[in-house]
């Protein structure tokens, strides 16, 4: 069989198996499967490096499916490639509840699905971190051990969401040439053709990014490989636009929208098995066409084998520390660091922001931590993100350990998720808490995907001041403590800010965000405790004298009107203690005993949170008195602010003493 | 005076204001006004047409400052233009509690500010639809009384978020030739030099989105005036990239990110004034630059009046229908038609899922509201948004009423408020409720300006079945009812879904949200009331036989299972009533003895809604069953989700009888 022919046959095995993947699920969405089968094929059978045998293989090229509606391509490519885990099996249970395949790839479900897709933009922009994380492994490694690729699938969607233009801006600035972008080219979206939205051109919109650019047929195996080939030589990431049929192979639907998300039907299927010329019983694969397939699952396995030779020829030191990043172990010498750190503010505690707190926590641990990637969305000198001695990155030193963003939170954090899922880092970044909504569905993503994100979000309240509501968080803590598996750390003073730190450090399969505070803040943790208390989630920090009759529950900035309120109602002869809570999450995942005790039975519950109550209820019990916000914030002098929101230990007192007195 | 050295004057008064305010407030960004008071001066002096008198004049140019914390800027140019309610004295409070001169532009705080900014990104994205509005207002009323420009200052920032994208796509794609946006390419971000993050070429990147683009000196009268000028005359939006120097006039700081958002400092401020020549005391402005600034705020004044009399030049039923959709109002006859409707539903209540109720709704109301300007992100076939005779919106038929914004839904939020901001329309769209998170920044504006803006979010839980946890929403509905002011509804059948598109149309001075399933539901409101029960917030939706044992709360998709489980709480001889809670914020609303009447004073009160718990406590206490989600969701058809996730009538039973008997 000719090289071409043979092409067709692995090509239409793709589109073959995600129409019945499809049809047997009776959801999901075969046009891009079958539109760009040719594309997939290329890429897989003679461009992309990786072994499907040894799939988490270090160096291997990363497969990105932006459009992750096209999961049916993604799964067929895996199963014919040979990946152990995606039988034939896994394909007919398609979008079935418990399977390997759901509607969009799910990061670890399967071997091979190196993260989550299915909104759209998240994917593109996720691999631009990726491929930074490679170059920049690759400073501190060298070739020998890191030099791969980043290979993008990407729809019309994909480049229109806004997320996107951050992505390629990112890249474009920084010159990721290892990253290949192709782009499905089909004219079609769900309502009807693109045109009836968009008149971009994409190729003159890369270019001004500072991208390569160029259309190519995708339905030609050679443009396409001529086109990857030129991009693999480029300075700069290529964008390959593929001119494609949506759909290809179905007579009646091809090129149309009713081929993009809805299952082809059974007659237009034996349609489409016949003018594809593929007679074969639904989910079946001939023999020749299967070998094909699997020889190219081991295509690269010589490129392995030499790799972990190259690997095992590098010095002990290094073989170990690679080892260890790769594996996103923490160094022996963190917990001294954080030891040491801990003596140190409990002997002079420092009555400082929370966010200077952070500065200081990350001074203490970027040094034993090379791993630790920072960055801030065009805020550093607010966010305190940057600490000595870390260079920025830039396309002439990747060798850099601090990134500079620009205005693109969102980005940020979809590049800080491509960072984590590549290996060897710890990325953390920073931006305002306000802004926390801009990044807010890659966050989703990074707890979606267990993937370990620093987010470092300053000015958490009402309590940055004079820029105004649009600045100030107020829903923002409760609707962050809603995503699940998410760890949102508030902590109140310079103690418990390195705390946080600490378990965001340690914790391998969750991202943290630490909401911090732009003013100085009374520190209440001032003497030294080897146990890490926020890892409790909530504790008592001050005790009652006798039996208290008022439990104050407090986070953060709050902490200290908690304190202040507490001294208050000893003068009034009421005994009160002082509940910190910096982390809901944690506290939840406690044992009921110890929650109990936290919560203690006091006679009125006060919380207190310069935010809205939301969420309180589950410590404080609903009939409680909460002292926060209830709509959005003013612009003023801080302290104002919270005299006028009545956030003061007095207001507390108050309602606490009207409360005791009813 | 010569015109130049009459501009150098005029420019730099709003430069000396600017600095002032911020030295004044101690706090504040000076380097937008000083470096765009050129661009500014040009602008508002030849270009803009408005009336300072009548700053609510319908057909005026709108002015947007994208770049919000340059809002000394504004404040400068709105005192300077004669506008009553921006005095010497607001100036001097700029960022006080309480003063008119919040540290961002808001809205309703001063006439003249036609929108709130500081998020970055936000302004330049809502006047597209600003700029969309008044084309598809001309479209119905004509040359004679719509026919006015928007006009953006925007920055580096607003440029980088991925937002921009998708608003200059739209603007391109639409060819909103009135929409002119001038750059301030300064060169300067918060971090430093703009080349530390950026190195996109503006001009080509808008060019590539279908805009004319062109560059000038920032600091060139005639430059700024001529390329105003062609843009004026331009088929396509105008992006004018003027080259500036941050604080231009303050001889150390000019041209540095010191300028950006921080006071000058006293003695800078004074090298300043020598350097400008601008010997004044602080805030004051000399007698002829004044008075020259207040010719320019009077200079439409004329084409005002010329408009009133074209205006009045109309016929009746028009000059009754124009002056009827500014104000907002609406017209008599939707009252019959919302009974029309709901009488329908009452005679036969149809088991459909609520996006399809919402079309029914819609079928009925956008016939009496020629206002509504429908929309979708691209699920126009999944949200259900369109209705018959509603024509597509295209750059060649602005008189259509629907619009195909792309897989934008940041950017579709941000247009709906600048459409709803410009008036004469009530604006809706549609995506999936997960991908609110998408549109949050822009909700948080609608809600924080009182926008009557209207998101329809269908696919609201795990309902939506197979696409699985990137599409299924589970912290969405916390999350957003956490956010003051917005209205999030989840009907649980066609009649309130009715009535909620009642509420969300007559609330003028908040957005509304719906959330709608995928899947049918058995409708339980089957008898006609004239009354909008949702109005309430939560309503007894079917009593008990005798005193309730049990209270079932529910809302949307969850109120059949409560239905169904009161039904086999009966049978067990356990009297149980159900409450609908179809909107959190207008129970909250109720007045106490109505709140605690429908919470009742069951022995177990339930909660069941396919979403996380928090939020619920408020209203079943925090010692209340709950049902419903803690984690993500998963791929599979959705009756087998609900029974994997344990969100059934069964389970709410067993549970319930669990706590009785304990």
Known sequence: MTDAAQHVWMANAI????????????????????????????????????????????????????????????YSVLHLLGYEDMTVEDLKRFRQLGSRTAGHPEYGYAAGIELTTGPLGSGIA???????????????????VVDHRTYVIASDGDLMEGISHEAIGLAGHLKLN????????????????????????????????????????GHSPDEIDR???????SDRPTLIACRTVIGFGSPNKAGKSSAHGSPL??????????ALKWPHEPFHVPNEVMSNWRDAGTRSRALRDEWQSRLEGQDAATQREFTRRIKGELPDNFEQAVQRLKQELAENPPKIATRKASEVALEHFNLPLPETLGGSADLTPSNNTRTKGLDSVSSDHYGGRYIHWGIREHGMAAAMNGIALHGGFIPYGGTFLVFADYCRPQIRLSALMHQRVVYVMTHDSIGLGEDGPTHQPVEHLASLRAIPNLMVFRPGDATETAEC????????????????????LTP??????????????????????????????????????????????????????????????????????????????????????????????????????????????????????????GITAKAVVEQTLGRLRS
């Open 15 to 74: 589109r073959a198996l995600a129409m019945d993947g499809v049809q047997a699920a009776n959801s999901g969405h075969p046009g891009l499967p079958m539109g760009m089968a040719d594309v997939a094929t290329v890429l897989f059978t003679r461009h992309l490096k990786f072994d499907a045998a040894d799939p988490r293989w270090p160096d291997r090229d990363r497969f990105v499916l932006s459009a992750g509606h096209g999961s049916m391509m993604l």
């Open 126 to 144: 996720t691999s631009v971190g990726m491929a930074l994380a490679e170059r920049v492994l690759n400073a501190r490694f060298g070739d020998d």
């Open 178 to 217: 290892r990253l290949i972008v192709l782009y499905d080219d089909n004219g079609i979206t769900i309502d009807g053709s693109t045109a009836l939205s968009d008149s971009t051109d994409q190729v003159k919109r890369f270019e001004a990014a500072g991208w390569r650019a160029v259309r190519v047929d």
């Open 227 to 233: 086109a990857v080939t030129e991009a693999k030589n």
């Open 265 to 274: 039907g059974a007659d237009e299927i034996i349609a489409t098995r016949e």
């Open 501 to 520: 730190w600490e378990i965001a450090f340690r914790t391998h399969n969750a991202p943290s965000l630490l909401a911090l505070t732009r003013q100085n």
């Open 524 to 645: 209440f943790r001032v003497t030294y405790s080897g146990e890490n208390l926020v890892a409790r989630g909530a504790y008592e920090a001050v005790a009652a004298e006798g039996e208290a009759q008022v439990s104050l529950f407090a986070s953060g900035s709050e902490v200290e009107i908690a304190v202040e309120a507490k001294r208050l109602l000893d003068e009034q002869g009421v005994p009160a203690r002082v509940v910190s809570v910096p982390c809901f999450e944690l506290f939840a995942a406690q044992d009921a005993d110890y929650r109990r005790s936290v919560i203690g039975n006091a006679k009125v519950n006060v919380g207190i949170e310069a935010a809205i109550r939301q969420g309180w209820d589950a410590i404080i019990g609903s009939d409680a008195i909460f002292v926060g916000m209830t709509g959005f914030g003013a612009s003023g002098p801080y302290e104002e602010l919270y005299e006028h929101f």
